[in-house]
């Protein structure tokens, strides 16, 4: 497969929740022009997007927004279970926990590890609270691929470390720092500020949304 | 000024961490190819999307990095204090009132708001948790800019026309669900499922970094 930039990707997510909410108001077909026109893109972009996955839609009859979902969802590997690790329970971690749209796409929350001898052990939605020195063990037997970084920045790169060490491939990281992988490894830093920038550019410049 | 699209604002979003990043290393000048390696989109979209503001680099020198990071960061409205008030201090809107990357880019949450009686009168950090029947006088006095939203998904959309009668025109939502609002009010939603469908897809796909 072609080298897919991580812009694509995302825009696939975005598509994806725009043929949702299609689908929720029963719109049966739609062409590369009005997702274009709903996402902010241009419709090359989205035809450039979906092409490299090869041709879903039928010339002049445009895409039926569920096979399209579906399509983009396998692509986005939402058409299986993925079993997911958090680190640090403090307000992000455990707001994390109650998630409703991780489940929703196949992202379960299985283990969850602090380093707080005041919250090991405890549970939280069933959750057990495991001791993060003992994470390699539980990692592997738990065959967890994804973990969710939700410690202060000043240990972020340790833990990371860590998870490297177990082998662990693909880490969301909500710490507000930039942290050294290697190669390989996917590492994904969540910045909640970014939304609000756009928020902060449509008042400043009053445009017409 | 032309109309600018969401996906443009993000990327500068993106541009101005990346030039973060390169002054924290010390690196004083940066080309468009380079801002355009390190982001995954192309050094023709780099320059395009700059170029909607006027030009700041010098042909074959590149961009001075920190001019260049000050020139984006006002474009975003990074160089003006916005009062925010956040509603709901369930987990997510804990965690946000901690989150340090908000105040340092200028967003200052200013109001705390809850309907929930138990949480009404205390304290998050010196903020006072305000009862939300009473907001519209608060938004006011305290000449609020931005709304988060933070509430469970079945109340969301009655707490955002509240917002909106308010005069609240920019809106961030993390309740998981789609809202209406009139034209001229700008509303993002942050789903944190997003990035984890980059990292899915990356396993899925054994893409190299």
Known sequence: MERISTATISRLSQYYRTLERLIERKIQTVSSDEIAEIDSVTSAQVRKDLSFFGSFGRRGLGYDTTDLKNNIGTILGLDKIWNVALIGVGNIGRALVDYGEFKKQGFIIKLLFDSDPEKIGKKINELL???????????????IQIAIVAVPARVAQNVVNTLVESDIRAILNFAPISLKVPSGIMIKNENMAIELEALSFYLKNKLKK
């Not at 609270?129 to 065959?143: R, V």
Request: proline share 7%.
């Open 129 to 143: 609270i495991l001791p993060f020195s003992d994470i390699q063990t539980y990692l592997k037997a738990e065959n």
